[in-house]
């Protein structure tokens, strides 16, 4: 009868990452700092048109004009952006047209993750988008996909292929110097991925990109474009790993997603990046801007996440409802342990009539750790009968983390309604002496309880997701108590 | 079954129990009576296992095995299992989640593989038609919204469920009306067997017209102050706890 909490958050600590594997493959690498010829060389490197170089010029300039944000509730020590590597391709060694030709050794990592390409490709019929750092090293389905219509590929493919709609696209939700980390990334971005689904499409697929960080160094600037045409729906999800690092690692992506009229996009991301060791060393620090526009009527863009990694996590997928009738929704499962440390939320800018919006966010902090909502809804004036409901919940494991919550609401015209609902709560001795007394162990409770209380997220994502999301649960909270 | 020898439990240095001793047989059905606080429920939070009591003394053994010495989710695996007095409620746990788990688990600690799924469902159907309890009680988290009765009922199921050696239930009659209390003992009528036992621990005789106990313990101020067959109860119910008392005071 030894379960005294503080012997179970010990164990906690103790259990160390599941996926510390590094992957040794022969990079091709930028030297550290960061200054306008290293951008000229991403630039070469990729054989990049003059428009996009420009592009990236020019957000430099305005990064170097920029200070980082302060406002978080996040705490860690100064980051030195002349100490990082922002270009490291792997190098393949020909020309890849089969798994067969893949580097065992990358293959070899995704069998590690249980992601084999294979697998996914013979199982469960999901294309695969695999990037390794910064360049994709394989494509899969994309000619199934093309015959739809469908443009699956990485960003570097897509803007030599398809150089009019990134042109397009590009910085349009998120412009380049949004914030200070939009504005790096803008400079420095190396790859990513590239979706556009023509107008009255359905895509018969979940498209899927596996991310993983895997060079000592490398800072990573992923940039996501998706485009749902007219009349479109995609569900894209992404979900990643990364390997075990002393140092930390930067990570500042751009995720934009457009919606024209009558589209929906639905975006799942499972979050597992190396939350560092249990004295809080190490880590990534993920910095993301991710934002969509309803931009015609009646369109919806959905935001799904399971965030359980990273020792910071800076984070606010947003919708600007712009059409009329258009709908934004915002699901988030939170966990943060030891010494984790998450400032996430949403942004729901109404400014369509008859908009609405939800937003369910489920923090879950266990250890030392510190989760905090931050969230901003504004129906504007001409957003009228705009309607949002926000749920923050927040669970507590023990009595040494914290949790926060910070909503923002801004109305400017009298027709619409805001909801704003919140607990705190804890696993309380009483439900784990009962799981306890039917045979449950309190781990296997723990589990239970968690993915019970984050059940209403967990439901939205797509089934192959919901069942990997449901484990690392589990597997994030293992031994923890309240 | 149980043998429990001179237990002696305090909780804040209070003695709550200040030495029991009881034997509880195969095929046996015992009640426990008695007024309020004189320990009925700390015996069960005990033999089941809840760690907020001080041990004085005393052994408890469970088919030779020294209970006191496993941890609660073992102590149910190998067969105990407790109705609770006030079940909590588990907001978005399902009961097909929670029970799947539940037996999974103690299978596991006996060294057996998960039940399939389809067996597992069927035996839901099963025992759910057998205590006549609605479909939607087991679609429902659990005990999340239930009624009072409706909670006792669920317990009652999760024992059906979990086929326990012994099963104690800590005043599963408290709060049920009428139709509610007969269904709760028709279940444990239904149950009883050769092999298994039951503890009843209650407050009045009137559950005990339902479930017929072997034996009636009377259970005043931590100790066992009378054993006897089910008339005791009747006795008891007739002439009240003063009785007792005074007969003690003797």
Not at chain 1, 82 to 107: F, G, W
Not at chain 1, 233 to 241: D, F, K, R
Not at chain 1, 411 to 434: G, R
Request: hydrophobic share 35%; aromatic share 8%; charged share 25%.
């Amino acid at each position: 009868m030894d379960q005294e909490p503080k012997n179970i958050i010990d164990e906690v600590t103790q259990s160390e990452y599941k996926y510390g594997f590094f992957t040794d493959i022969e990079m091709d690498t930028a030297p550290k700092g960061l200054n306008e010829d290293i951008i000229r060389l991403i630039s070469t490197k990729k054989n990049e048109p003059d428009w996009l170089l420009q592009y990236r010029l020019d957000a430099y300039s305005k990064w170097t004009r920029m200070t980082e944000p302060t406002w978080a509730h996040l705490h860690h020590p100064p980051i030195d952006y002349q100490d990082i590597i922002y270009y490291a391709a792997p190098k393949p060694k020909k020309e890849l047209s089969s798994l067969d030709e893949v580097d065992p050794e990358l293959l070899s990592t995704f069998n590690k993750l249980g992601i084999s390409l294979e697998e996914q490709k013979r199982l469960s019929g999901v294309a695969v988008d695999a990037v390794i750092d910064s360049v994709s090293v394989k494509t899969t389905f994309s000619a199934t996909l093309e015959k739809k219509g469908i443009l699956f590929c990485s960003f570097s493919e897509a803007v030599q292929k398809y150089p009019d709609l990134v042109k397009q696209y590009l910085g349009s939700v998120v412009p380049s110097d949004d914030n200070y980390f939009a504005a790096l990334n803008s400079a420095v971005f190396t790859d990513g991925s590239f979706c556009y689904i023509p107008k009255g499409v359905r895509c018969p697929v979940e498209l899927s990109t596996y991310f993983r960080i895997n060079a000592a160094n490398t800072g990573q600037f992923e940039r996501t474009l998706i485009i749902g045409d007219e009349g479109s729906y995609v569900s894209y999800m992404e979900g990643c790993t990364a390997p075990m690092r002393d140092e930390n690692q930067l990570h500042a992506a751009i995720v934009e997603i457009i919606a024209l009229k009558d589209a929906e996009v639905k975006y799942s991301t499972v979050q597992n990046w190396y939350p560092g060791n249990k004295q809080g060393e190490g880590g990534i620090y993920n910095f993301v801007t991710k934002r969509g526009i309803c931009k015609g009527n009646n369109s919806k863009i959905s935001w799904t996440q399971v965030e359980t990694g990273s020792a910071i996590t800076w984070k606010y997928p947003s919708v600007i409802l712009m059409g009329d009738n258009s709908i934004g929704e915002f699901y988030s499962v939170a966990v943060t342990n030891n010494y984790q440390q998450a400032d996430t939320g949403s942004k729901m800018i109404h400014l369509g009539k008859n908009t609405r919006s939800t937003i369910i966010s489920k923090g879950i902090s266990a250890g030392h750790s510190n989760n905090s909502y931050r969230g901003l809804v504004k129906m504007t004036k001409r957003a009228e009968n705009g309607r949002n409901f926000s749920q923050c919940d927040s669970l507590l494991l023990g009595d040494k983390c914290g949790a926060h919550t910070w909503p923002y609401i801004k109305t400017e015209n009298k027709s619409s309604i805001v909801e704003h609902e919140a607990t705190t709560s804890k696993i309380s001795d009483d439900q784990l002496y009962y799981c306890n007394q039917r045979g449950i162990s309190t781990e296997s409770a723990i589990g239970l309880i968690v993915n019970g209380y984050a059940r209403e997220v967990l439901k939205q994502l797509p089934m192959e997701f919901a069942v990997e999301a449901q484990k690392l649960l589990s597997v994030s909270l293992e031994g923890s108590v309240g | 079954m149980l043998t429990i020898k001179n237990l002696r439990v305090a909780i804040n240095n209070k003695e709550i129990l200040r030495g029991i001793n009881l034997e509880v047989k195969p095929g046996e059905v015992h009640a426990i009576m008695g007024p309020n606080g004189t320990g009925k429920s700390t015996l069960a939070s005990v033999i089941a296992g809840r760690d907020i009591y001080d041990i004085l003394g005393g052994e408890v053994l469970f088919n030779g095995k020294n209970l006191l010495d496993l941890p609660v989710e073992e102590r149910a695996a190998e067969g105990i299992f407790l109705g609770f007095q006030y079940p909590v409620e588990i907001p978005g746990v399902s009961m097909t989640n929670f029970m799947r788990t539940a037996l999974n688990e103690q299978r596991k600690y006996r060294g057996l593989d998960p039940m399939p799924a389809n067996e597992f469902l069927a035996k839901m159907e099963e025992k759910k038609k057998m205590l006549e309890i609605q479909a939607k009680l087991t679609n429902r988290s659990v005990n999340e919204g239930f009624s009072g009765g409706e909670k006792k009922k669920n317990e009652i199921f999760q024992m059906a469920m979990l086929e326990p050696k012994l099963a104690i239930l800590d005043e599963t009659d408290s709060g049920l009306d009428i139709d509610a209390l007969k269904i709760v003992a028709n279940g444990v009528n239904m149950l009883r067997r050769p092999d298994n036992a039951f503890v009843v621990i209650t407050h009045y005789q009137r559950l005990l017209d339902y479930i017929v106990p072997d034996i009636v313990h009377v259970l005043f101020d931590g100790k066992i102050v009378r054993s006897g067959t089910k008339e005791l109860a009747l006795e008891l119910e007739e002439k009240g706890y003063e009785w007792i008392k005074a007969g003690l005071a003797q």
